[in-house]
């Protein structure tokens, strides 16, 4: 993906649907260009051609979502990889965020063991040799390739480790952190009973953001990987509750 097709998707995160031709004037370039560009885009799944616009996909799809903010989301994954020591074995649950930092540690780092419900981070870093995948099972849920409910919370409990890494799809100060699917919501908590230590991973966009369901209670988190540009009631709260935020 072209910085042109990051800065489209920048666009449409906000706005959602954007006519072509005031794509075209808003980044300098002619219709033509544009239309390669959305081409792309929509061949990737992350977008879709509506009579002159370009309207965003709110598919649950995990390759949609990496698409959003993706330079931040890497920076933040590069951060919190930093934290992983070679040999060390820990749990990542799914979601953008999470699958970069995933391939993130499966570039950088030696025999590390991922315990992870997402079948999507599993295929992600299949080729590294370096790096070992345990993935738990349980019910299949097609779009975001995750597995869910009574079984993974049965097999997780096979397992204790020091980190557990999860994304979130809101936060507020009265909700703590927020998800979109109940079930997926109670895997990671099921997840975190095993773990030490809960370390969230997502972009600031996130702490404007309120989802439907109760993700995770915020003194239940150790730490917090963002970007500068989270809010600073979020951050300050977050700090009162003894959580550490790292921003890049």
Do not use: W
Not at 124 to 142: C, D, M, P, S, T
Not at 228 to 243: A, C, F, G, M
């Amino acid at each position: 993906m072209n910085k042109r097709q990051t800065t489209i998707l920048d666009l449409l995160s906000k706005s959602k649907k954007i006519e072509v031709s005031s794509l075209a004037l808003m980044l300098d370039v002619s219709q033509v260009t544009i239309r390669k560009d959305l081409d792309a885009l929509e061949k990737s799944g992350i977008i879709i051609r509506e009579h002159g616009y370009a309207v965003l996909n709110d598919s649950d799809d995990i390759n949609t979502r990496l698409a959003y903010h993706y330079e931040i989301k890497q920076k933040i994954a590069r951060k919190a990889a930093e934290t992983i020591h070679d040999g060390e074995t820990l749990m990542i649950e799914s979601g953008s965020c999470c699958s970069l930092l995933a391939l993130e540690i499966a570039k950088t780092k030696q025999e590390v063991t991922l315990i992870t419900n997402s079948a999507f981070i599993a295929e992600y870093v299949r080729r590294y040799k370096n790096i070992h995948v345990i993935l738990l099972g349980g019910e299949y849920q097609k779009e975001s390739q995750v597995m869910v409910g009574p079984i993974t919370r049965n097999c997780a409990q096979n397992f204790y480790v020091d980190k557990l890494f999860i994304g979130a799809d809101g936060f507020s100060v009265d909700t703590g952190f927020t998800g979109n699917d109940y079930m997926r919501a109670e895997t990671v908590r099921d997840l975190a009973k095993q773990a030490k230590k809960v370390i969230v991973v997502t972009d600031s966009s996130k702490f404007d953001q309120i989802g439907v369901v109760s993700l995770m209670d915020t003194k239940k988190v150790s730490m917090v990987y963002t970007d500068k540009e989270i809010n600073r009631d979020s951050e300050n709260y977050l700090k009162e509750n003894q959580v550490e935020v790292i921003k890049v």
